[in-house]
T-cell receptor, first 114, second 114 residues
Framework: DGGITQSPKYLFRKEGQNVTLSCEQN?????MYWYRQDPGQGLRLIYY???????QKGDIAEGYSVSREKKESFPLTVTSAQKNPTAFYLC?????????????FGDGTRLSIL | AQSVTQLDSHVSVSEGTPVLLRCNYS??????LFWYVQHPNKGLQLLLK??????LVKGINGFEAEFKKSETSFHLTKPSAHMSDAAEYFC????????????FGGGTRLMVKP
């Protein structure tokens, strides 16, 4: 089955620690996205990538970093500079970066602070 | 600039009664519009999409939505609610910007009473 796999499902971070969230897709999609979701709120865009070896900041990129070395993979690192990292993180992809394409989502990673 | 307003943060219905989730959008052009559903601790699943082919759009699980340009609305309906419909629903606007970035509404939590 084609889809988006996010791991781990739950992640705990200590103060001052960087953590990396994995996102892998086998849909052969060019574009990939990372969102943050806080309780009772909509999704906010952290970073997106239109194609391999390219990525752009979204609305709330501070304290986060990404890479896109392979088409199928788009890992997100939450750095120690992100002071309020507790949230639900969602990865998504779309066939291309052409406007108005639907995005397909993984099942998310819930990050908490120890 | 574009925006999406979901008019109700919570909607409660009885099983077997109709569902109406309201969404208004603001856009300087005729956008693509989507409805997504999110069950607890899961990613978002695409219910339906409007891309100007027909104003009444049928989606999965018996849901449908009607695009009304004069009212800038895209309300989601279902004739008869099931317990399994209880979830969070997001109205989403597609952009014309490169990168296929989407604008999400704040979400409506649907509760279904037995």
């Amino acid at each position: 089955d084609g889809g988006i796999t996010q791991s781990p499902k739950y992640l705990f971070r200590k103060e001052g620690q960087n953590v990396t969230l994995s996102c892998e897709q086998n849909l052969n999609h060019d574009a990939m996205y990372w969102y943050r979701q806080d309780p009772g709120q909509g999704l906010r865009l952290i970073y997106y990538s239109q194609i391999v070896n390219d990525f752009q900041k979204g609305d709330i990129a501070e304290g986060y970093s990404v890479s896109r070395e392979k088409k199928e993979s788009f890992p997100l690192t939450v750095t120690s500079a992100q002071k309020n990292p507790t949230a639900f993180y969602l990865c998504a992809s779309s066939i291309s970066a052409i406007p108005n394409q639907p995005q397909h989502f993984g099942d998310g990673t819930r990050l908490s602070i120890l | 600039a574009q925006s999406v307003t979901q008019l109700d943060s919570h909607v409660s219905v009885s099983e077997g009664t109709p569902v109406l989730l309201r969404c208004n959008y603001s856009s300087s052009y005729s956008p693509s519009l989507f409805w997504y559903v999110q069950h607890p601790n899961k990613g978002l699943q695409l219910l339906l999409k409007y891309t100007s082919a027909a104003t009444l759009v049928k989606g999965i699980n018996g849901f449908e939505a009607e695009f009304k340009k004069s009212e800038t609305s895209f309300h989601l309906t279902k004739p008869s609610a099931h317990m399994s419909d209880a979830a969070e629903y997001f109205c989403v606007v597609g952009g014309l910007n490169a990168g296929n970035m989407l604008t999400f509404g704040g979400g409506t939590r649907l509760m279904v009473k037995p």
